[in-house]
């Protein structure tokens, strides 16, 4: 018995020693290296001409050899373009996972000109390159050689606008009676924002509410807080919710605790908003507000009478060229952004890029502005 123990405690020992061996074993190790660069192919055309009516139409084809990261492994090709041949604002327009052609349309390739900065209506050269790379990380990238040809654009608005409504604010509960639009920042779209007046006519939990519209005459989508109506408690930040945007009810209201001005963020990026006390005492009251420029003929705007600080105006024709806001004082006001901004006095010239009619809306507490195409 003693002997049939030791022989089976070696046989044992063996057999561990051996499975340790196998599982440590790296002879077949997955080993990938980088490849040479993919070569894009020279394009059959050097001109396109983007037609606005047939967006789904094919536009560009582009084809380029396979990598080889010496492994059978899928392998990862984004189409990157841009305005300059060192790629300095490189956008990525498609990627494909184990094929070497891809066809954009119309619209996609309207989209990448605008994404790149190209102007609308303007013959520019555009850049193309593909980048391969390996596995679901996107490791080891390599990019290919350019190639280049010009462009026409069309005109693409990549902007959202949104809307105020609500009882704290001046259309109420009404979604289709001028609701005021939001102010965008320049910078980021993501980021917008309104200063002025809010209301609360008593002390009801209900009062001083609103919620953030992305169509006027539409419930949904639209934007408001995590918590549902009636737990809606006002806070001075906090968390977005939409619907549809991040669920499949409504969410609850934004609010303020009493009357009096206050500037309101929020960030489609971050998802968040804050809303704090903004002090108008000082700001001057202007009696008459008017734009001009080579973009219109002079036009009066309307004064809120909610609030006496916003002006707008529901539809005007505008057409390639400047815009500036005059005061009743002779103050002119005017940014250097196209769409959206903010004004100073004797700040330049407002670009108006491409016609349409125009609805604009001012707040001369701060000197935002923002225009928004209604037929682009």
Same mark, same amino acid.
């Given at each position: 018995?003693?002997?049939?123990?030791?022989?089976?405690?070696?046989?044992?020992?063996?057999?561990?020693?051996?499975?340790?061996?196998?599982?440590?074993?790296?002879?077949?190790?997955?080993? %990938?290296?980088?490849?040479?660069?993919?070569?894009?192919?020279?394009?059959?055309?050097?001109?396109?001409?983007?037609?606005?009516?047939?967006?789904?139409?094919?536009?560009?084809?582009?084809?380029?050899?396979?990598?080889?990261?010496?492994?059978?492994?899928?392998?990862?090709?984004?189409?990157?373009? $841009?305005?300059?041949?060192?790629?300095?604002?490189?956008?990525?327009?498609?990627? =494909?996972?184990?094929?070497?052609? =891809?066809?954009?349309?119309?619209?996609?390739?309207?989209?990448?000109?605008?994404? @790149?900065?190209?102007?609308? !209506?303007?013959?520019? +050269?555009?850049?193309?390159? @593909? =980048?391969?790379?390996? #596995?679901?990380?996107? *490791?080891?990238? @390599?990019?290919?050689?350019?190639?280049?040809?010009?462009?026409?654009?069309?005109?693409?608005?990549?902007?959202?606008?949104?809307?105020?409504?609500?009882?704290?604010?001046?259309?109420?509960?009404?979604?289709?009676?001028?609701?005021?639009?939001?102010?965008?920042?320049?910078?980021?779209?993501?980021?917008?924002?309104?200063? /002025?007046?809010?209301?609360?006519?008593?002390?009801? !939990?209900?009062?001083?509410?609103?919620?953030?519209?992305?169509?006027?005459?539409?419930?949904?989508?639209?934007?408001?807080?995590?918590?549902?109506? *009636?737990?809606?408690?006002?806070?001075?930040?906090?968390?977005?919710?939409?619907?549809?945007?991040?669920?499949?009810?409504?969410?609850?209201?934004?609010?303020?605790?009493?009357?009096?001005?206050?500037?309101? +963020? !929020?960030?489609?990026?971050?998802?968040?908003? +804050?809303?704090?006390?903004?002090?108008?005492?000082? $700001?001057?009251? !202007?009696?008459?507000?008017?734009?001009? #420029?080579?973009?219109?003929?002079?036009?009066?705007?309307?004064?809120?009478?909610?609030? /006496?600080?916003?002006?707008?105006?529901?539809? %005007?024709?505008?057409?390639? /060229?400047?815009?500036?806001?005059?005061?009743?004082?002779?103050?002119?006001?005017?940014?250097?952004?196209?769409?959206?901004?903010?004004?100073?006095?004797? *700040?330049?010239?407002?670009?108006?890029?491409?016609?349409?009619?125009?609805?604009?809306?001012?707040?001369?507490?701060?000197?935002?502005?923002?225009?928004?195409?209604?037929?682009?």
């Amino acid at each position: 018995m003693k002997n049939l123990k030791k022989i089976s405690t070696f046989i044992l020992s063996a057999l561990a020693i051996s499975l340790f061996s196998s599982c440590t074993d790296t002879t077949d190790a997955f080993e %990938v290296s980088s490849t040479e660069p993919v070569v894009l192919s020279d394009l059959a055309i050097n001109k396109i001409e983007l037609d606005a009516v047939n967006i789904n139409n094919p536009a560009l084809t582009l084809s380029w050899t396979t990598a080889d990261y010496g492994q059978q492994a899928s392998i990862n090709y984004s189409v990157q373009m $841009a305005s300059d041949q060192a790629f300095t604002n490189a956008a990525t327009v498609a990627t =494909v996972n184990g094929n070497n052609t =891809v066809t954009l349309s119309v619209s996609e390739l309207n989209a990448a000109a605008g994404s @790149v900065g190209l102007s609308p !209506f303007v013959w520019s +050269t555009i850049y193309a390159r @593909v =980048v391969s790379s390996i #596995g679901t990380q996107n *490791g080891l990238p @390599v990019a290919s050689n350019s190639v280049n040809f010009k462009v026409y654009p069309y005109f693409n608005y990549k902007f959202k606008d949104y809307y105020l409504v609500g009882n704290g604010t001046a259309p109420g509960w009404n979604n289709n009676d001028n609701n005021p639009a939001l102010f965008r920042e320049s910078g980021n779209s993501n980021q917008y924002y309104y200063i /002025g007046y809010f209301k609360k006519a008593s002390a009801d !939990f209900n009062e001083g509410r609103f919620k953030i519209l992305e169509s006027r005459g539409l419930w949904q989508p639209q934007w408001g807080v995590t918590e549902n109506e *009636g737990s809606d408690t006002v806070k001075p930040a906090g968390e977005m919710a939409g619907n549809p945007g991040t669920q499949s009810g409504d969410p609850g209201r934004f609010g303020v605790t009493a009357s009096g001005y206050y500037k309101f +963020t !929020f960030n489609f990026s971050t998802k968040k908003y +804050t809303m704090a006390a903004y002090d108008a005492s000082a $700001a001057p009251n !202007f009696t008459g507000m008017e734009i001009q #420029g080579s973009a219109t003929t002079t036009k009066a705007m309307t004064k809120s009478a909610f609030d /006496g600080h916003i002006w707008n105006l529901k539809s %005007v024709r505008l057409v390639p /060229g400047n815009l500036q806001f005059k005061t009743n004082t002779g103050a002119v006001w005017a940014g250097t952004t196209e769409f959206s901004g903010i004004a100073k006095v004797n *700040g330049g010239n407002i670009p108006v890029v491409v016609e349409d009619d125009y609805e604009i809306w001012f707040n001369d507490l701060d000197g935002s502005y923002i225009m928004i195409p209604l037929n682009l």
